[in-house]
Nanobody
Framework: QLQLVESGGGEVQPGGSLRLSCVASGETLDGYGIGWFRQAPGSGREGVACISRRGDSSTYADSVKGRFTISRDNAKNTVLLQMNSLKPEDTAVYYC?????????WGQGTQVTVSS
């Protein structure tokens, strides 16, 4: 069974950068579309970015376009989210999601805090 583990979160000042990783185990990732979501305190979970199974197509929320980049390396069973020019409003728990047909799998999340 596929399992996802996120890492790379932390605290950074506004304008800084972080790179989040989502590493899969139990199955290969190449059968799944992958998305990054985030949830801030008191808010619902929102989609940030997603990437197709082969990595040839990606989409972004308007709030992160031009600042965040999603990528994947199926050989390493890994998906990355490069986050640049971070803003305080990017503060949230970030989750990795793998979806294929009826399968919808979530990681445990990693905290990102942007604060001066």
């Amino acid at each position: 069974q596929l399992q996802l583990v996120e890492s790379g979160g932390g605290e950074v000042q506004p304008g800084g950068s972080l790179r989040l990783s989502c590493v899969a185990s139990g199955e290969t990732l190449d059968g799944y579309g992958i998305g990054w979501f985030r949830q801030a305190p008191g808010s619902g979970r929102e989609g940030v970015a997603c990437i197709s199974r082969r990595g040839d197509s990606s989409t972004y929320a308007d709030s992160v376009k031009g600042r965040f980049t999603i990528s994947r390396d199926n050989a390493k069973n890994t998906v990355l989210l490069q986050m640049n020019s971070l803003k305080p409003e990017d503060t949230a728990v970030y989750y990795c999601n793998a979806k294929s047909g009826l399968f919808d799998i979530w990681g445990q999340g990693t905290q990102v805090t942007v604060s001066s």
